[in-house]
């Protein structure tokens, strides 16, 4: 499996702060939860986020299986009082934005 190189991750940040001013971090995550690179967080926090959020796409996927709604997972989006974390699982990794709320 080919892993995006540090470009492609760079290109990707770029074109989601400038659509998306209230994006304060952003990981590729590989699909064995480990972080792959991140933006806006230190590589200590990366990996902490990584083992979280790889739990909840595996708990997901089982959602969506057991209720039978079938289909691939293609995006979870999670909204607090304080901001939002947005998952993007990809074949290669899976893109992890964090955000302020505006």
């Known amino acids: 499996m080919a892993m995006p190189k540090r470009e492609v991750f760079e ?10 001013p209230d994006v304060y971090a952003a990981l590729f995550i ?4 480990f972080p792959i690179n991140s933006w806006g967080v230190t590589m200590e926090r990366a990996e902490e ?3 979280l959020l790889s739990s ?14 079938g ?3 293609k995006f979870i989006q999670i909204q607090t009082n304080m901001g939002g974390i947005k ?6 990794f899976i893109l992890v934005t964090l ?4």
């Open 49 to 51: 986020i990584s083992a």
């Open 87 to 92: 998952i993007a699982p990809q074949e290669e």
């Open 56 to 69: 909840l796409i595996g708990k997901t996927k089982d959602v969506i299986s057991q209720v039978k709604e």
């Open 30 to 33: 590989s699909p064995e939860g």
């Open 99 to 102: 955000t302020h709320n505006e």
């Open 71 to 73: 289909g691939d997972l």
């Open 11 to 20: 290109q990707i940040i770029q074109r989601i702060t400038s659509q998306f």
